[in-house]
């Protein structure tokens, strides 16, 4: 069964930094994108952007370009979402995600999700 | 970079209507558009992809269609488990940009 496990709660001031984390298991966690969604309390879904753990590709959306660091380590099947300064805009709950294959090895979209990471930032 | 819309933002339908929800691109996309079901306090859930595939385990009342811009989301039957926001998303390439939503509720 393909499980992704994330990091708990944080509640955090602003300007400090916070890296979170997304653990997979039942599945080559090296061999499928890991994406990044952001949800701000009553708003929609905001794709981040994603990262490949095999090679550590990783691809921004121009909203959180520069704004957050995604990385993955491979060897421990996790991938991370990473601020150095945080904002009070930055609370939201935060989504990881895999990008799916089929039988054919076409993508399928985020077939699979962690729980989320709430994250506060409040003074 | 390519935008998402979808219409209505909400609706409002009685159990055992059909309804249909449109999610449209800025540009021509190719199929790889998927839909995403979320209920209240829940965890996003993978409806459709590929335009048209139905995920495995999801309910046969929901179905997928499109091409180019414009792609829609129907449910033949709408059933109190239904409420809910639904999204699109486009992810063949990057950005994977989703839609604002469309949310769904029983009249």
């Known amino acids: 069964e393909v499980q992704l496990v994330q990091s708990g709660a944080e509640v955090k001031k602003p300007g400090e930094s916070l890296k979170i984390s997304c653990k997979g298991s039942g599945y080559r966690f090296s061999s499928h994108w890991i994406g990044w969604v952001r949800q701000v309390p009553g708003k929609g879904l905001e794709w981040m952007g994603n990262?490949?753990?095999?090679?550590?590709?990783?691809r921004y959306s121009p909203s959180f370009q520069g704004q957050v660091t995604i990385s993955a380590d491979k060897s421990i099947s996790t991938a991370y979402l990473q601020w150095s300064s945080l904002k009070a805009s930055d609370s939201a709950m935060y989504y990881c995600a895999r990008l799916g294959r089929d039988a054919y090895n076409d993508p399928v979209g985020l077939d699979d999700w962690g729980q989320g990471t709430q994250v506060t930032v409040s003074p | 970079d390519i935008q998402m819309t979808q219409s209505p933002s909400s609706l409002s339908a009685s159990v055992g209507d059909r309804v249909t929800f449109t999610c449209r691109a800025s540009?021509?996309?190719?199929?790889?558009l998927a839909w995403f079901q979320q209920k209240p306090g829940q965890v996003p859930k993978l409806l459709i992809y590929a335009t048209s595939t139905l995920q495995s385990g999801v309910p046969s009342r929901f179905s997928g269609s499109g091409s180019g811009t414009d792609f829609t989301l129907t449910i033949s039957s709408l059933q109190p488990e239904d409420v809910a926001t639904y999204y699109c998303q486009k992810y063949d390439s990057a950005p994977h940009t989703f839609g604002p939503g469309t949310k769904v509720d029983i009249k």
């Open positions: 540009q021509g996309i190719s199929n790889y």
């Open positions: 990262i490949y753990p095999g090679d550590s590709d990783t």
